[in-house]
């Protein structure tokens, strides 16, 4: 298996002929992510020169493009987010409930990313929130981190939100936490047939506001009578709500956190080979007991899976909800604290750790010199190269 294969190289060697078959299909945003993504770590963002002081060892470190779907780019800011959720976390075993759209409204997610990932998002954690609250289950007020992901194991086009969720809550007066049952939250089955109904209620008010477009095979949806026969065909079959086995601890969830929160539809790691004519990855599949498989595509093909899952600008596919909502989390976490007898953790904040701004691929902190192990001090920064009028993001 070949090493040091990354994305970037894909985009870099095939990005210009790609760019030239496409150009009326690329949008703005997918340019922008294919362009930094070739740009990033190289001369074209600049950089800085390190010195030594102890060997005298020189070294250029050039600058990360730090954007969200760069898979060299999602290091550090894992880093700081899995830091600052240590504080939030309790000491009561967690839960791991994942949400799929059926394919049918998957098409109309990829039409309309913005709108209808909103709408998982509410639906998702409306349902969990409901169904906890009710005396008959569990009769809490929960709280949860959902996180979005947009792809599976091929890179195709899959929305699904990952929730994890503490086994247990508020009671309703808030004076004391009420437990879930040991090994068990909540039933799949009852959560599947709320998150249906709520998301399409909020489907059909989105389409009624005049939020939803439709393209292409999709363009008949736009008439209302066929958008309501579309939805009542979706209201007869089953829509899968998955509960994974508990995690074993709060160490257990952080770990599990650094890995998906700020994942990307594929890890550099996967790649087997890049050549002029394809590339090939490794993929889990899971029709197969998760056997690991080695699947080869056209680069074109590739990329066209990669940029599948931009999201929109200034989306944001990790929320909070319950009792670990931004507006009142602090509050409600004390009190979670003081009624499990547990003692506060000190929290850190993202913005105590330094950004990923000049880091190196191969050597993750550039104050330490990779020869000696002594400190290396900025002599130079390295101005950006003139951009490549193929590649330039526009």
């Known amino acids: 298996m070949a090493g040091g294969l990354e994305v970037a190289d894909v985009f870099r060697r095939h990005g210009p002929a790609f ?11 997918q340019r922008r992510v294919m362009g930094a993504i070739e740009a990033c770590r190289t001369a074209a963002l600049g950089g800085h020169v390190r010195r030594c002081v102890d060997c005298g060892h020189t070294a250029i470190a050039y600058n990360s493009c730090r954007n969200r779907h760069c898979p060299k780019c999602q290091g550090r800011a894992r880093e700081a987010w899995v830091a600052a959720r240590r504080a939030e976390l309790l000491s009561v075993p967690y839960f791991h409930v994942v949400f799929t759209l059926p394919a049918p409204v998957g098409a109309i997610a990829f039409q309309n990313k913005a709108a209808v990932y909103a709408i998982l998002f509410r639906a998702a954690a409306e349902t969990l929130r409901r169904i906890a609250a009710d005396p008959r289950h569990l009769g809490a007020e929960i709280g949860g981190v959902a996180v979005l992901h947009s792809w599976g194991q091929a890179m195709q086009h899959h929305p699904h939100v990952h929730c994890i969720v503490p086994g247990g809550g508020l009671s309703p007066d808030r004076t ?36 939803l477009r439709f393209f292409g095979e999709l363009a008949p949806l736009a008439e209302p009578r066929a958008f309501a ?9 089953d829509w899968v709500v998955y509960a994974k086995p508990p995690f074993g601890g709060p160490e257990q969830v952080l ?3 650094g890995r998906y929160t700020h994942r990307v539809a594929i890890a550099n790691s996967r790649l087997v080979a890049i050549t002029d004519d394809a590339v090939s990855f490794l993929w889990k599949d899971y029709r197969q007991d998760d056997r690991r498989k080695v699947m080869t595509l056209e680069p074109a093909e590739f990329m066209r899976r990669f940029l599948l899952h931009v999201l929109p600008p200034g ?31 000190g929290r850190q904040s993202e913005r105590d750790i330094e950004p990923d701004s000049h880091r190196s691929a191969h050597h993750p902190d550039p104050d330490i010199c990779p020869c000696c192990g002594g400190c290396a001090l900025i002599l130079s920064v390295l101005p950006r190269a003139p951009p490549n009028p193929v590649s330039v993001r526009r």
């Open 19 to 29: 760019r030239a078959a496409r150009r009326e299909h690329l949008d703005r945003d």
């Open 176 to 211: 004391r936490w009420i437990a879930s049952p040991p090994g068990f939250f909540l039933s799949v089955k009852v959560l599947g047939r709320l998150f249906r109904r709520l998301f399409l209620e909020r489907l059909a008010a989105t389409f009624a506001d005049g939020g």
């Open 229 to 237: 026969a579309h939805c009542a065909a979706l209201r007869r079959i």
């Open 255 to 257: 770990a599990y956190l």
């Open 315 to 345: 989306f944001h596919r990790i929320r909070h909800f319950g009792f670990l909502a931004n507006g009142h989390r602090a509050a409600r976490l004390a009190l979670c604290r003081q009624l499990l007898a547990q003692p506060a953790v």
